[in-house]
């Protein structure tokens, strides 16, 4: 059974730093890209970050780029979040997905149930 | 950067047809993804690659996509079906994936 489990989330004060983690089990790690998407309190969906299966390739939205970055460790079968220079906007639930294929360009087929990310004062 | 423009809100009622659209430039030449998302739940994917429906989706799912226009079409509706409805695509010109602000499907 495929499972994705955020952790890391909670409240952090703007400019501040967080680390996002996602533990994933259940599928080869290496095989597949892993991404996160986010969504801010009653809107819609924001994809945010991609890495390939091998890690060679990674991808940001524009709204993230050069303040997040995205990592893995195979050994822990995990993905990273690592996110800087906070912003009230970045609040939102944070989530991890699987995406079906090696690298990004198609769709994500198992998500995680999110962990929640406050950026406040 | 590219753009999916959804209605905000559909309304159906039970066992009616409801059709949800997903604009874009040439949306027709991209590979659209549709994910359902329910209150307080993580989203799912109903349809990928434009019409193909994942194990576990009823049939009553169905996609379409030609040219500036991707379209979810949903089948004698149920009150289950109430939910968020959101397309995505890869825009392969700026290596970006994009999801289209969301459609609420509201089942009278």
Same mark, same amino acid.
Request: aromatic share 12%; charged share 35%; no cysteine.
């Given at each position: 059974e495929v499972q994705l489990l955020e952790s890391g989330g909670g409240l952090v004060q703007p400019g501040g730093s967080l680390r996002l983690s996602c533990a994933a089990s259940g599928?080869?790690?290496?095989n597949y890209a892993k991404t996160w998407v986010r969504q801010a309190p009653g809107k819609g969906l924001e994809w945010v970050s991609t890495i390939s299966g091998s890690g060679g390739s990674t991808y940001y939205a524009d709204s993230v780029l050069g303040r997040f970055t995205i990592s893995r460790d195979n050994s822990k079968n995990t993905v990273y979040l690592q996110m800087n220079s906070?912003?009230? /906007? !970045?609040t939102a639930v944070y989530y991890c997905a699987k995406d079906?294929? /090696? !690298?990004?360009g198609s769709y994500l087929d198992y998500w995680g149930q999110g962990t929640q990310v406050t950026v406040s004062s | 950067s590219y753009v999916l423009t959804q209605p905000p809100s559909v309304s159906v009622a039970p066992g009616r047809t409801a059709r949800i659209t997903c604009g874009g430039n040439?949306?027709?030449s991209k590979s659209v993804h549709w994910y359902q998302q329910k209150p307080g739940q993580a989203p799912v994917v109903?349809?990928?690659?434009?019409s193909d429906r994942p194990s576990g989706?009823?049939?009553?799912f169905s996609g379409s996509n030609s040219g500036s226009t991707a379209t979810l079409t949903i089948s004698?509706?149920?009150?289950?079906?109430?939910a968020d409805y959101f397309c995505q695509v890869w825009d392969s010109s700026s290596y970006l994936r994009v999801f289209g602000g969301g459609t609420k499907l509201t089942v009278l």
């Open positions: 599928f080869t790690f290496t906070l912003r009230a /906007e !970045d079906v294929g /090696e !690298d990004s | 040439n949306i027709g109903v349809i990928y690659y434009n989706i009823p049939e009553r004698r509706v149920e009150a289950g079906d109430e």
